[in-house]
C-alpha cells in the first residue's frame, strides 16, 4: 500500500506511514469504498432521527405539559397565590405546543405516506401513452358565440314600426 501524502510505499496492514508518519490505516478501506461512518455522521443521524415527527413523543410531550400545569395548579392552591411560579408557564405551553406539533406533523406524513401508496405511479417521460390522432379532434371557433349576427330580414326588429303602403 502506497501513502496518499508521500506516496512511499507501506506494509498492507501498517496504520501510519513510515516515512511520513501520515494516518494510512483507513486507505484500504477507501479504496473498497467501504469507509466507516465517522462520530460526526453518526450524530447527525441522531439528529435527523429526533427532528422527525413522532406521535409518542408527541403524546409525552402533551402530558408532560398537562402535569406541568397540574403541578402549577397545586401550588397555587396549597399558597393560595403564584408569586415566581408564574415562570412554570413558560415550558409547560411550551411542552403542550411541541407536543400537539409533534402529533400534527406525524399523522400528516403518515396520511401523506398512505395516500402516495394509493395513487397510481406517475410515468416517465419515455413511457406517454400514445394519445388519439390530430385530425380526429375538431378544434372550437375562436368567436364562436362572441359575434352578434346582422338583425335577419324576416324578422321584425324591436321597436321598430314597419310601414304599409295602403296604395295598391
Not at 84 to 95: D, H, K, T, Y
Not at 116 to 128: D, H, I, K
Amino acid at each position: 500500500m502506497y501513502c496518499p501524502k508521500c506516496a512511499s510505499q507501506n506494509v498492507e496492514d501498517a496504520k501510519f506511514c513510515r516515512s511520513c508518519g501520515a494516518n494510512v490505516s483507513l486507505v484500504p478501506q477507501a479504496l473498497t469504498g467501504r469507509l466507516p461512518i465517522d462520530r460526526a455522521g453518526r450524530f447527525e443521524e441522531a439528529i435527523r432521527r429526533r427532528r422527525r415527527p413522532n406521535l409518542a413523543r408527541g403524546i409525552t410531550r402533551v402530558s408532560l405539559g398537562f402535569a406541568l400545569l397540574l403541578v402549577i395548579a397545586g401550588i397555587f392552591f396549597t399558597k393560595g397565590t403564584i408569586g415566581a411560579e408564574i415562570w412554570l408557564f413558560i415550558p409547560a405551553f411550551a411542552l403542550i405546543g411541541k407536543g400537539v406539533a409533534d402529533i400534527v406533523n406525524a399523522l400528516s406524513l403518515e396520511r401523506a405516506a398512505r395516500q402516495s401508496s394509493l395513487t397510481p405511479p406517475v410515468q416517465n417521460t419515455g413511457e406517454l401513452q400514445p394519445s388519439e390522432p390530430y385530425n380526429t379532434l375538431e378544434p372550437g371557433s375562436v368567436t364562436e358565440g362572441t359575434t352578434r349576427h346582422l338583425e335577419d330580414a324576416t324578422m321584425p326588429s324591436r321597436g321598430r314600426v314597419e310601414k304599409r303602403s295602403d296604395r295598391a
